[in-house]
């Protein structure tokens, strides 16, 4: 019989992804939060691959962490893993997160299902500026699955890969994104962290069903959901993280989250360019009406 | 080899609308620098072709503009207009893209300091909120407690020696009195702004985890500003004890 390789992971509940809008919200409220999410990228300079040292720590934003360890469970959001990039495999910055899962003892990391870095003609790896989205080949799940064994061995904590949102659509590919998701998670054991915007901005622009797409993942896999809001531009709408959550992706929510057993947590998350729009009311009503939802789960 | 082209190819094209443009018009030509394969090429020349596209590049050029908003919003608010012109130059110049915001600041900084020397720029009030935003940045990254540590634990060199600023001081020169400038700036209110001319000094102290800024008169300024440019050894003893006691200065060690 098959161990379910999320069976140990802890109920959290209801939280936030920290953004540097946040710490006062947070020294005021925290007790709103089950649990914070932080990007452990965002409490850190990188100078670069092959620099030594590496990484140095922002004072102020780790002081802050640090008082957050100390008072509520932490998870791992990255940025920076390009875990789709080909030619790209940066074992310095999976070390590093190892670091971090040491610093702030994350209950679970995750990071994006896409490439950002790339290798230039004079062998230094660079970030292309956007994340994009991978091709579902069998080629690229290939290479996926291996990275997030590398991830996996390196990093003692349970992985997670969140589907990502795209614009372009490639055309040609030999899976659906939820085969993908499927395969890459039924093959290495690694979560899933379902972004309901993602997949409503998605579906909203290619025009296709978001609960379809839901439907045909593997929804024992998903551990996480993040909600977000977003917005127009250039006729299309976007993953902006721009304010509340819209009514469609509530209803996802309240859809489905029976059907997700796994289920371990719903982070809600926004720009910190837009904590005046949303202000701490907003941020209240967004966790209150996750946690509503939550509950009827449980 | 070839998925790698791929992703190479999708990346310079959100990059650069113009060769979005080209692969449009003609992808072989276009697409020949690149190792594909008939499928990679075929799903370049679709996705170029797509509206989203459009999306993809302002969100690029989105992200490059972000660490310099976050990081020198005054400075993004004094060049107005500006701005759009001064981000291409960026791109032009360094056409790859630096999330490292310190990294991305410092390119940014460059091009601007030299365009503003070479009077590609004229802005009255540009070269200072620069200025000054680069040095809350320089505190703002910098590991505090660690220097001061370190100041604590330093042996002080027996005699006299040359001076520095403290690490955690950082000095700005104005033409505009900043004391009249900054809280107009800082309110995001329009120029022109009619603001006493002249030299004025001031201090940005990092010593504590709250930043103080301090207007200093401009005796003062001169002699910080001589320390700041190495010239601290034509400063009379009177001058050099002065400025220890301000505790702005400290002396180098050997």
């Known amino acids: 019989m098959r161990v379910d390789p999320f069976a140990t992971l802890p109920n959290l509940g209801v939280g936030l992804l920290y953004n540097p809008a946040l710490p006062e919200f947070l020294e005021e409220e925290l007790d709103l939060c089950d649990y914070v999410e932080v990007i452990p990228d965002t409490f850190q300079t990188d100078r670069g691959q092959g620099r030594v040292p590496r990484f140095a720590e922002l004072e102020q934003e780790t002081d802050f962490l640090s008082w957050l360890v100390q008072r509520c469970p932490i998870i791992a959001h990255h940025i920076g893993l390009s875990i789709g990039s080909a030619g790209v495999f940066d074992t310095e910055y999976v070390s590093r997160l190892e670091y971090w899962r040491r610093q702030c003892q994350f209950l679970w990391h995750s990071d994006h299902l896409s490439f950002a870095q790339m290798k230039g003609d004079d062998g230094q790896n660079y970030h292309s500026g956007f994340a994009m989205s991978i091709p579902y080949d069998y080629e690229v799940l290939d290479m996926v699955a291996s990275r997030v064994q590398e991830v996996q061995r390196n990093v003692p904590s349970r992985f997670l890969l969140e589907n990502n949102v795209y614009y372009t659509d490639i055309p040609q590919q030999e899976m659906t994104e939820q085969a993908f998701l499927n395969a890459l998670s039924e093959r290495t054991d690694c979560g899933l962290l379902l972004d309901l915007h993602n997949v409503y901005t998605n579906a909203r622009n290619h025009k296709f069903q978001a609960s379809e797409f839901i439907e045909q993942l593997n929804l024992s896999r998903v551990v996480e959901v993040h909600i977000a809001g977003g917005g127009e531009l250039a006729g299309m709408y976007t993953d902006s993280h721009s304010g509340p959550c819209p009514e469609p992706v509530w209803d996802l929510l309240g859809r489905f989250v029976s059907q997700m057993p796994n289920l371990r947590a719903i982070t809600f998350e926004f720009h910190e360019s837009y904590f005046p729009v949303l202000g701490k009311e907003g941020i209240r009503t967004q966790l209150k009406r996750a946690r509503e939802i939550w509950k009827s789960a449980r | ?254």
């Open chain 2, 1 to 254: 080899m070839s998925l790698q082209s791929f992703q190479r190819a999708l990346s310079e094209l959100i990059a650069s609308p113009d060769l979005i443009r080209a692969t449009r018009s003609d992808p072989s030509q276009t697409l020949r620098r690149y190792d594909l394969s008939e499928r990679e090429r075929r799903r370049l020349i679709a996705v170029a072709g797509q509206d989203g596209m459009s999306v993809n590049c302002a969100l690029y050029r989105a992200n490059r503009i972000t660490p310099l908003c976050s990081i020198l919003p005054l400075t993004c608010f004094v060049l107005g207009d500006a701005l759009k012109g001064e981000v291409d130059a960026l791109c032009k110049s360094y056409e790859r893209a630096e999330l490292q915001f310190k990294t991305a600041i410092d390119q940014f900084a460059g091009i601007l300091r030299a365009r503003i020397k070479n009077g590609e720029i004229e802005n009255p009030f540009l070269e200072e909120v620069l200025g000054f935003e680069l040095a809350v940045s320089y505190l703002r990254f910098l590991a505090r407690k660690a220097v001061l540590k370190e100041m604590g634990a330093r042996t002080f060199p027996v005699g006299r020696s040359a001076l520095q600023l403290h690490p955690c001081i950082q000095l700005v020169q104005f033409r505009h009195d900043p004391m009249a400038l900054l809280p107009l700036v800082m309110g995001f209110s329009p120029p022109p702004y009619r603001i006493a001319k002249g030299e004025f000094y001031l201090v940005l102290d990092g010593m504590n985890a709250q930043l103080e800024f301090r207007s200093v008169e401009q005796h003062l300024g001169r002699l910080l500003q001589m320390v700041h440019r190495g010239l601290s050894s034509s400063l009379r003893g009177e001058e050099a004890e002065y400025l220890i006691e301000t505790g702005f200065v400290i002396e180098k060690q050997s």
